[in-house]
């Protein structure tokens, strides 16, 4: 959500945090340093409770209005931000960025970061918004469509983090890539670490079918990596690109995988599920012609 080099003017959602640009756990009042690692733990009474975000001012697709929640102990921790969003890039945000205000919730699925933002509410109950309760789930796979699903929704969680994941954009699928002398393709575009589990720390790239990998060079847009352990970079996506060596011929496939500070990897392939919610395997391009 959040793209490295980007410097949105915020409002934080914490007013005893100092603002967004140096926030910490240090800053953190007492009874929100968070010792806590899970966000199921219950230290502060704070489990069965969320923080309902809405915008009834646009209508959606399933509905009058759209919104969605997460749980107030996830919200709660200090080592998790929320941004409500004036401006991007020193510019008000555009209609479509939802102007007037917007929430981020950097790491969390995009759903729950409302535009058109006209309401938060703390509540003993998710958001009723069908977003929130309809879809944006991680279903079983026996779930295959409109029917199978009913039974899951009322009892399946809401999505909260999303995953480590990684994407191959140039080149493009089904493109002619030449080599360069040394038997090499550039490869190139993003990757996100998992949740809060940020930064992305390592990606890698094949060019045959994941038996070498080559790790690739990654761009924060300038923003430092190294200080506070990456904390200003914890969030952010980041751009990479690599060389790799590819046979020549029709029908190649390159792959990539990101890997994030909390150790986590993507998987080659996910389970299948209904939307392909939370999808992070392996990127790739296939039907490469290489020449
Ligand atoms: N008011 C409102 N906010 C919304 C939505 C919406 O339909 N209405 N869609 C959500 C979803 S599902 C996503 S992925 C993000 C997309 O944000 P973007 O348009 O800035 O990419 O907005 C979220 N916020
Ligand atoms: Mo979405």
Redesign the pocket.
Known sequence: ?LAAGLSPEVGVYDEDRKGFGDRGGEEAPPNQQSTDTTPTSDAHGLKGWHVQ???H??T??AST????SVPLPLAMRSDRDCILALSMNDQPLTP???YPV??ILPGI?????????DSITVASAESPNF?QKH??KILPPDATDAESAEKYWGVVEGLNDMPVNSAIAFPGQGEQVERDADGKVEVRRYALPGGDHGPVVRVQVSGDEGERWVDAELDFGGLDTEKDGGREVKWAWCLWKAKVGLEKGDGKRLLSRAYDQGGNVQPERCEWNLRGVAYNGYGEVRDLHVV
């Open positions: 959500m975000l809405s915008c001012t646009q959606t697709q209005w759209y919104g969605g479509a960025h939802g917007r929430a699925a995009g759903a729950r970061s409302v535009k058109w933002l977003y879809d944006y």
